[in-house]
């Protein structure tokens, strides 16, 4: 079982910038899934922001790509999305969610389908 938090969200004008944090309950390793975060805007389905396998480089969905870099700390138990030059469309939920399958990072990572464990989400909320 991994319950993973997140933090960082809050209110900010059009570019300017926010850090996300995601970390597993109990400072747990996220060594082994294949991790991501998804954001959600009110009446809308769960978008794909960016995703990671631990081993791996970061790929990032369209929304996000040149403006946001997901990384994570030395101790593989945290993983940022810092995002950058934020806008008004960048308003929602974001989650941390983990695949814990330990399999390959595919395209399905793009969907919220293979993911089995979801933080709470923390609130993003740009204005212009």
């Known amino acids: 079982q991994v319950r993973l938090v997140e933090s960082g969200g809050g209110l900010v004008q059009a570019g300017n910038s926010l850090r996300l944090s995601c970390a597993a309950t109990?400072?747990?390793?996220?060594?082994?899934?294949?991790m991501a975060w998804f954001r959600q805007a009110p009446g809308k389905d769960h978008e794909f922001v960016s995703a990671?396998?631990?081993?791996?480089?970061?790929t990032y969905g369209d929304s996000a790509k040149g403006r946001f870099t997901l990384f994570r700390n030395n101790a593989e138990t945290k993983l940022f999305l810092e995002m950058n030059n934020l806008r008004p469309e960048d308003t929602g939920s974001y989650y941390c969610?983990?695949?814990?399958?330990?399999?390959?990072?595919?395209?399905?990572?793009?969907?919220?389908?293979?993911?089995?464990?979801w933080g709470q989400g923390t609130q993003v909320t740009v204005s212009s």
């Open positions: 109990s400072g747990r390793t996220l060594r082994s899934y294949t």
């Open positions: 990671i396998r631990w081993n791996g480089i970061p």
């Open positions: 969610a983990a695949d814990s399958s330990g399999g390959i990072m595919t395209d399905l990572h793009r969907s919220p389908r293979p993911y089995d464990y």
